[in-house]
């Protein structure tokens, strides 16, 4: 792919291409809607992603090229005015990584063009936006040769998302796409941003991603509503708990105390935030002993509380992970990322993976009246040059 978009780059921008780059996109394995409760998360890195590369110019324009969004042509700004637009769409993301790494960096002081393709599909949960969010930030690093520590970009990712795009996003996808290691997930404890790597490793099993093909977009969502939610329920905990977080609480003590939070989708919600982390932690665990079974266990138990307790699974991802959850050789299943769309993964035994395909686009046609995507790749590094 990259050679062909060295030639793309000449034609359209007419100088050869400085710098390349990849940034992966992510799954989840457990530990969803924990990052912004201070909880565990148990991401990896995968190998489809963003490719992209870059050249300076010599004014002070930048110029951005997608050939995934080719209907929408190349988008000319302006680097000293750097403001959303929704018309540029998917270069947002981009413009919000440059202008924050500008105000950090005042040596970013002339234009550059930027060719980027991907193969993560778009809305599909994984993690595509931030994937260009670091995918841009490594380009400009290399580029202007900027002494930026993988950290600081994973933090200027998110902060694109939260305050350019308006989604109120944790820190998992930024920091398993800077961070991520090749054949590992990452532990993350996002309280303290302190991470483990462990090896992913599933004997005789392995992981499917099933796409619902129904797309979903963070901003549309109720991602912002389930993480204002989660904050009145601990601020009703706060009353009588001296936590910072829903994270630092047992599934003992949220029992204990919850009858301080009155309202009862709010006592739902924080209820999953905390059984969640407890699983993320047993999943850890359980897969530091092989034990495969444990871990399928918990993978179904996290779709059933993001499903009744977080109400963020909707139709489509219930009927791949419940049908998976079925078939003879899958150990569990469970939606990734954010839900209402989007993926859901399963561990299925690596004989079975057709007969898991074949089940389960049979019984999604019949319900939801379309096909259902599956993916089988391997577990990648986090952005790199090329
Ligand atoms: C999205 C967000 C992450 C995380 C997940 C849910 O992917 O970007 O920060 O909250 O949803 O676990």
Redesign the pocket.
Known sequence: MIEAMRNKFKDLFDVQAEVSAFAPGRI?LI??????NGGY?FPAAIELGTYGLAARRNDKLIRLYSNNFENIGMITLDLDNLVFEKDDDWANYPKGVIKYLKESFPGINQGFDILVEGNIPNGA?L?SS?SIELLTGWLIKALFNLDLERLELIKIGQRT?NHFMG?N?????QFIIGMGKSEHAILLDTATLEYDFVPAKFGDYAISIMNTNKRRS?TESK?NERRSECESALASLQQELNIQSLGELTMDQFEMYQMLIKDEVQRRRARHAVSENERTKLAHQALSDNDFEKFGQLLNDSHTSLKNDYEVTGMELDTLAETAQQVEGVLGARMT??GFAGCAIALVHKKQIKALEDEVSKKYLAKIGYEPSFYHVGISDGVKTI
């Open positions: 989840n530990g969803e809607h924990t990052d912004y998360v949960s993690s931030a998302e989604v996003s944790g820190i998992m996808d963070l991602y990322g954010a």
